[in-house]
């Protein structure tokens, strides 16, 4: 019955929530308005050009990953990394958050990996990546303060996270969890299911430490650098492909950056709806019009996200290909 409900609100409830967004957003615009904008306001050059900056994001995780991965497991093949870090993304658009584990899943198979030390490695990853929305948000905070500011006062309830923080329930649910996992931890050995768990454990462990067994650290460093730049491009890009959006400055771009990434955290498949609800938002802090922002924002997360469906269905079809050719040899 766990089962069941939790799988309806994954695939059901979610999915639907992001759907409601869309409606809500774009119920206003005609069907036939949004298709003349497409044909003759848009130029397609410049989000080709951002679909190319994505793909070079994607390798460089893929390179970035392989890295955290050698010192705890192996080298794993740069073409099995890539296509299973593709087939996560592609995951990620059926089942809200299994991307992670559906990548971790592929490359294991492909490269005989520990699974659990594969997983490790991912939170490693995303860990990186963590620091890196800190930061973003440090340079929007700096440079963008009156913006943040407006944004947050007109789309976040301010008092509930108040009422949050000030109840005690809050605090008694966040020590208890701390509790429990100090027991499981504690007594694992004295049980055999938790010794299992434990033991399993420690290969996450493993893998979540790889961060100290990094051959190179400038190299990762780059990496991690290159990635975001890469996702900041790819939005500063399509600025120039409306001419609403194309008085833009990179400050804007990097507060679409930030306020996009946050909408992609939400528990919905691709991010759909809440990436576009706060890119649309931001944009009019900007003086851009709810119509303009709204068809920038439909254009940029379809063009990237049909890229990952033509590549992930690709990668599907080429691992097996790829590895039974490297089994032969």
């Given at each position: 019955m766990k089962k069941q409900l939790s799988r309806i609100i994954q695939y059901v409830v979610f999915p639907a929530f992001g759907l409601f967004i869309i409606w809500h957003l774009y119920k206003d615009h005609k069907a036939d308005e949004i298709i003349q904008v497409l044909k003759n306001d848009i130029n397609f050059s410049w989000i080709?050009?951002?679909?190319?900056?994505?793909?070079?994001?994607?390798?460089?995780?893929?390179?970035?990953?392989?890295?955290?991965?050698?010192?705890?497991?192996?080298?794993?093949?740069?073409?099995?990394?890539?296509?299973?870090?593709?087939?996560?993304?592609?995951?990620?658009l059926v089942f809200p958050r299994m991307g992670e584990i559906t990548r971790c899943g592929v490359l294991s198979k492909y490269e005989g990996m520990s699974f659990t030390r594969v997983v490790g490695t991912v939170v490693a990853e995303r860990l990186t990546d963590l620091i890196m929305l800190v930061l973003i948000l440090v340079t929007v905070f700096i440079i963008q303060f009156d913006i943040l500011v407006v944004f947050l006062r007109d789309n976040t309830n301010i008092d509930s996270i108040r009422v949050l923080l000030q109840s005690p329930i809050f605090y008694v649910a966040l020590l208890s969890s701390v509790v429990i996992i100090f027991l499981v931890l504690r007594f694992s050995n004295k049980i055999e299911m938790l010794s299992r768990i434990k033991n399993l454990w420690i290969k996450f462990s493993d893998g979540l430490g790889s961060f100290r067994k990094i051959k190179n650290i400038p190299l990762f460093i780059f990496h991690t650098l290159f990635i975001w730049l890469m996702y900041f491009m790819m939005i500063y890009v399509c600025f120039y492909s409306?001419?609403?959006?194309?008085?833009?400055?990179?400050?804007?771009?990097?507060?679409?950056?930030?306020?996009?990434?946050?909408?992609?955290?939400?528990?919905?498949?691709?991010?759909?709806?809440?990436?576009?609800?706060?890119?649309?938002?931001?944009?009019?802090?900007?003086?851009?019009?709810?119509?303009?922002?709204?068809?920038?924002?439909?254009?940029?997360?379809?063009?990237?996200?049909?890229?990952?469906?033509?590549?992930?269905?690709?990668?599907?079809?080429?691992?097996?290909?790829?590895?039974?050719?490297?089994?032969?040899q």
């Open positions: 080709g050009l951002s679909v190319i900056l994505g793909l070079l994001s994607h390798l460089s995780r893929a390179f970035r990953w392989r890295m955290l991965l050698e010192p705890v497991e192996k080298k794993p093949a740069i073409g099995n990394t890539f296509w299973a870090v593709m087939i996560g993304y592609l995951a990620n409306m001419e609403a959006t194309s008085v833009l400055s990179i400050d804007a771009g990097i507060t679409i950056l930030l306020t996009g990434s946050l909408g992609m955290l939400a528990p919905v498949q691709g991010g759909i709806g809440p990436w576009h609800f706060m890119v649309i938002a931001t944009l009019k802090l900007y003086g851009v019009p709810a119509d303009a922002g709204g068809v920038f924002a439909l254009v940029v997360h379809a063009a990237q996200n049909t890229m990952i469906i033509v590549v992930g269905l690709f990668a599907f079809f080429i691992l097996p290909i790829i590895n039974r050719k490297l089994n032969v």
